[in-house]
Each structure stands twice: as C-alpha cells, then as structure tokens.
Nanobody, 126 residues
Framework: QVQLVESGGGLVQSGESLRLSCAASGFTLAYYGVGWFRQAPGKEREGVSCISSRGDNTYYSDSVKGRFTVSRDNAKNTAYLQMNGLKVEDTAVYYC???????????????????WGQGLQVTVSS
C-alpha cells in the first residue's frame, strides 16, 4: 500500500523541541522531494518546509526559518522535521507530502499524484 505514515507529534511547552517523522511505504521515497505543511484551527494549510530527493536543497517558510530543520534518510525511506524553539503559534496539524509518479506514458512523460501523511497534532503551550 502506497502511503506516508507520520509519527512524533504531541504536546510540548514553549521553547521545547519535537521531531516529526514521515515514513514511506509502498514506494521509494528517495526518488521524490518531500514537503511539510501545517494547518492551524481556522487557518488555511501552509507550506512549512521541503527537501529535495537527495536532500541537497531545502526550503523553509519565514515563520520557521532558523528553528526547524528538514532532513531525510533515504536508506530508511523516511523524512524528518526537527522543530526546535517551538512557539505557541506553531500549534497545528502537521502533514508530510510527496508527489509520486502514478503513470508513465509511451512518450516518456509522467503523471503524478499527491500522497499525504495522516497528519499529526502538535500543540505548544505557553
């Protein structure tokens, strides 16, 4: 079964850390970039970070830059989001996502589909 399974969320106090994991099954995560998103109550889903397939390029939103670190271990088929210095405003449901090949056409082009993790609640108390 093709899926992303997240782990590591929870309740922490302001200033503490959490590490989220995103484990792929049914496909080889090493072929794809991975994005991390979050959605707070009453707000739209926002992009937090992403990492290229080989891990040599990363992106962070301004709101988490300098506090969060995205990484991956392709041997373990897993991506991570290390979150340090957590703030109350980081409270949200966090999702990992990958766009994977769903079909290869005769002309050598591909179509893709989004695979999302189940979401993890991260709650930061003051």
């Amino acid at each position: 079964q093709v899926q992303l399974v997240e782990s590591g969320g929870g309740l922490v106090q302001s200033g503490e850390s959490l590490r989220l994991s995103c484990a792929a099954s049914g496909f080889t995560l090493a072929y794809y970039g991975v994005g991390w998103f979050r959605q707070a109550p009453g707000k739209e889903r926002e992009g937090v970070s992403c990492i290229s397939s080989r891990g040599d390029n990363t992106y962070y939103s301004d709101s988490v830059k300098g506090r969060f670190t995205v990484s991956r271990d392709n041997a373990k088929n897993t991506a991570y989001l290390q979150m340090n210095g957590l703030k109350v405003e980081d409270t949200a449901v966090y999702y990992c996502e990958a766009d994977i090949v769903s079909r290869e056409y005769d002309d050598g082009t591909y179509s893709y589909r989004e695979i999302w993790g189940q979401g993890l609640q991260v709650t930061v108390s003051s």
